[in-house]
């Protein structure tokens, strides 16, 4: 049975607070699992099934359950998730090769609430509550774990998380029920990273800017594209300029000379070098 997860809304910064729990944002995909007559199926925020990606995490518990969790790999020089090996997991769907990524690209399961069990609907529960149930489950295998949390030092947390490189903290009212709908109950503070980069071009049936950073030779590489970020005013403000600046083009994108450039956040670099969900902040002028 699928159950649509509790999304999150988001802050723009750490904070405290006695009222809430904090717990590591877990740099993967979320999940649903559910058992029901012993049969587990694994679902995405999406409701598509997924279960044959990931066999290992096929294994029941002591009786039928809901549970919401994020899915991972763990980059072994690191020791931080790694997400585009869980996405690498995620899109494999032959049996063959699903197989061999189970030995070189395990996948764990990081547990962070409990929805339904034993023929009980716990949503309603305070979260406080839920977690207590949570707590006391006999794990399956140690591809199981459940994510820890501390009460109230939301900044505390914070930094220990960005001093790692992690991804983000989620706080959580401790009185908040489960909704099957973004909330601000549930809260995320992402760990941004910064860069400058030139805007090289831009899409033409639809927004984006192609951008492009100098390399240790001085010449511009490509990063990725910007689809999220700038207001009105900034897109306004770039047609204006950006006519002067064509070199040429072709059936998707204008090319521009690189004279504009902007300030970016990013989740991170990917392992070939681009932008991870790059967000426009302001020009650089």
């Known amino acids: ?15 405290s607070h006695s009222n809430y729990l904090f717990e590591p ?36 518990f002591d009786s039928d359950i809901i549970l919401d969790w994020e899915v991972a790999c763990t980059n072994p020089e690191t020791g931080i998730n790694d997400f585009e090996g869980v996405m690498s997991r995620f899109s494999t769907r032959q049996h063959t090769k699903v197989q061999q990524l189970v030995k070189t690209m395990p996948a764990t399961f990081a547990i962070f609430d409990i929805l339904h ?13 839920r977690k207590v149930i949570l707590h006391s489950l006999v794990l399956p295998s140690s591809s199981f774990g459940i994510l820890h949390y501390v009460e109230g030092a939301g900044e505390a947390l914070y930094e220990q998380i960005e001093a790692r490189g992690m991804e983000g903290v989620v706080g959580k ?25 030139f805007i090289t071009g831009y899409k033409k049936s639809e ?7 100098l390399d240790a ?14 207001n ?19 059936k998707n994108h204008v090319y521009l000379q690189p004279r504009i450039q902007a300030r970016v956040k990013m989740r991170s670099w990917t392992k070939s070098g681009l932008l991870r969900t790059p967000v426009f902040e302001q020009f650089i002028v």
């Open 207 to 213: 927004f984006g800017w192609l951008v492009a950073v």
């Open 217 to 230: 030779s001085g010449k511009l590489r490509p990063v990725g594209v910007i689809e999220h970020g700038p």
């Open 117 to 129: 069990y034993k023929d009980r609907d716990l949503r309603k529960l305070p979260l406080i509550e």
């Open 232 to 250: 009105q005013n900034h897109k306004q403000a770039f047609r204006s300029v950006c006519k002067q600046l064509v070199t040429g083009e072709d």
């Open 25 to 60: 944002k877990v740099d993967g995909h979320r999940l649903i699992y559910s058992q029901q007559d012993g049969n587990v199926r694994l679902y995405t925020r999406h409701n598509n099934d997924c279960t044959t990606q990931y066999p290992e995490l096929q294994l029941p």
């Open 173 to 197: 009212r401790k009185d908040s029920h489960y909704v099957c709908r973004r909330s601000k109950d549930c809260i995320k503070v992402i760990n941004w990273s910064c860069t400058n980069v």
């Open 1 to 15: 049975m699928f159950s649509s997860p509790m999304l999150l809304e988001t802050a723009p910064g750490p904070f």
